[in-house]
């Protein structure tokens, strides 16, 4: 009996494992994040400001949440 539920745990995380290869091996995932990053960075250049202010609101934002006294 212990045996079956080792065996079938370490099929379980071959498994596992074997997904989570696939997902870091997938060429569309790394070109997704490199298209991302190009674009914030081209919405960063071209609205600084507006950048700037974004950043500083959404760190308001999180940092009431984060310090709340409840």
Same mark, same amino acid.
């Given at each position: ?11 379980? *995380?071959? +498994?596992? =494992? #074997?997904?989570?290869? !696939? ?5 569309? *995932?790394? +070109?997704? =994040? #490199?298209?991302?990053? !190009? ?32």
């Amino acid at each position: 009996m212990n045996e079956e539920i080792i065996d079938n745990i370490n099929k379980r *995380l071959d +498994e596992a =494992i #074997e997904r989570g290869r !696939q997902m870091v091996d997938e060429d569309e *995932l790394a +070109e997704r =994040i #490199e298209e991302l990053t !190009q674009q914030a960075k081209f919405m960063i250049r071209r609205h600084p400001l507006k950048s700037v202010a974004a950043g500083l609101f959404a760190g308001y934002i999180i940092g009431k949440i984060f310090s709340s006294d409840e």
